[in-house]
C-alpha cells in the first residue's frame, strides 16, 4: 500500500476574489460558484448533511455501489487505472475498490480540491490490500489530464463521479463538462457517474432545507469564508438559507437571502455591494435527472449508457458510461 500525494496547486485566495466580485457586481441576480461551499468547514458540514435522515441521496449512492459493485467490477476491463472526480470523504468509493482490487492490484488516484476532503479519503481507503493511492489536490480537469499522462500502455481509465456533483451544473455545462472528459479519455475507458432522479418536492425541499439547519449553515458558511479569507463583513444573522425548486430547470436551488436593505464591504475584492431587502445570492443549483435525460446525456457527450441501476428508497441513479 501506497499514499503520495501529488503536488498542491491551491486555487488561490485572487481566484476567490476575483469569482466573488464577478457574481456580486453583477447587474440583476447575484451568484456565487458552488465549489466555494467546500472548504474545509464546508466539507465537514457536507458529511453532516449526508447522515440526516432527510438528505437521503448519499445514503442511496452508497446502497447501489455496495449492491452492485461486482456487477459493475464485471463490465469493466482490465487493466484498471481508478480515477475519482471530487472523492469526497471515500467512504462510498471503498466497496467498488474492493470489488475491483479482488481481481488485481489497483491505481486510484482521487482527484479533489478540499484538502480536507482528500485526507480523509486517503485515510479511509489506505486499508485496502493491493491499492496504491496518489491524491490529487486540482481541479477536476487538470487532474484527469495529470493522471491520463500516467497511464500505461493498455492500461484502460475508470473514472467515478459520484454523489450528483454533476448536477450541480448549470443547463447545458452537463454535457459539456462530460465531453471535456471524454476528450481526455479513449475509447473503451468508462465513467461511472451518479445522478439524483427527480422525485415528488415533499422529500426534495426537506432535503435542502433540514429543520436543525445544518443545511443553511453549510449555505450561510459562504458568507463567513468570504469574511475570514476576504476581510469581509457580512453579518450573517441578516442573511437567511432558501431551499426552491425551479421548474424550468428541475434544480433544487439554494439561495442566501438579504433580510434588510444592506451594504457589505468586502475589502480583499475591492467591492462594496449593496442588498435590497429579500434581494437573494444564488449559491448553488441541484439539478434532477430523469433516467432518460441521463442516456440522452451520455450520447451527447461521447459516451454509450451501458447500464443503470437505481434505488427504490430513494430515486437515484448509478451510470455506466463507456466512451465510444
Ligand atoms: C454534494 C453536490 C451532491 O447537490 O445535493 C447538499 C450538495 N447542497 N445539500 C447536492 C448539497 C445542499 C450536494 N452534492
Request: with cysteine; hydrophobic share 40%.
Amino acid at each position: 500500500m501506497l499514499v503520495e500525494h501529488l503536488e498542491t496547486i491551491n486555487s488561490s485566495v485572487a481566484q476567490f476574489a476575483a469569482d466573488v466580485h464577478a457574481g456580486l457586481d453583477r447587474p440583476g441576480q447575484k451568484e456565487l460558484p458552488s465549489k466555494y461551499l467546500y472548504d474545509s468547514i464546508g466539507s465537514t458540514l457536507f458529511e453532516a448533511i449526508s447522515l440526516l435522515p432527510e438528505y437521503g441521496l448519499t445514503r442511496a449512492d452508497e446502497r447501489i455501489l455496495r449492491r452492485h459493485a461486482s456487477d459493475i467490477a464485471e463490465l469493466l476491463p482490465s487493466p484498471l487505472i481508478v480515477s475519482e472526480l471530487g472523492s469526497g470523504s471515500g467512504k462510498k468509493t471503498r466497496c467498488i475498490l474492493e470489488a475491483l482490487c479482488k481481481r488485481e492490484a489497483i491505481s486510484y488516484y482521487p482527484i479533489e480540491i478540499s484538502a480536507t476532503a482528500l485526507a480523509s479519503c486517503e485515510r479511509e481507503l489506505a486499508g485496502i490490500d493491493c491499492i496504491s493511492i496518489v491524491g490529487i489536490e486540482r481541479e477536476y480537469v487538470d487532474g484527469l489530464r495529470e493522471v491520463a499522462n500516467r497511464r500505461a500502455p493498455g492500461a484502460h481509465l475508470l473514472i467515478l463521479f459520484l454523489g450528483s456533483t454533476i448536477g450541480n451544473f448549470d443547463a447545458g455545462a452537463d454535457q459539456r463538462f462530460l465531453q471535456r472528459i471524454r476528450d481526455i479519455l479513449l475509447p473503451g475507458d468508462s465513467l461511472l457517474l451518479g445522478a439524483d432522479l427527480l422525485k415528488p418536492l415533499s422529500q426534495l425541499i426537506p432535503a435542502y432545507d433540514d429543520p436543525i439547519g445544518i443545511t443553511a449553515a453549510f449555505n450561510l458558511n459562504l458568507l463567513a469564508r468570504i469574511n475570514r479569507e476576504l476581510d469581509a463583513d457580512f453579518n450573517l444573522r441578516q442573511f437567511e438559507h432558501v431551499a426552491r425548486f425551479n421548474e424550468d430547470t428541475n434544480s433544487v436551488e439554494m439561495h442566501l437571502r438579504s433580510k434588510e436593505s444592506q451594504t457589505v464591504t468586502i475589502p480583499r475584492a475591492e467591492l462594496m455591494v449593496r442588498f435590497s431587502h429579500g434581494e437573494t445570492i444564488w449559491t448553488e443549483s441541484s439539478h434532477k435527472y430523469s433516467e432518460s435525460e441521463i442516456s440522452i446525456l451520455a450520447g451527447a457527450s461521447g459516451f454509450r449508457c451501458e447500464a443503470q441501476w437505481t434505488d427504490v428508497e430513494w430515486c437515484f441513479a448509478e451510470n455506466l458510461f463507456i466512451a465510444v
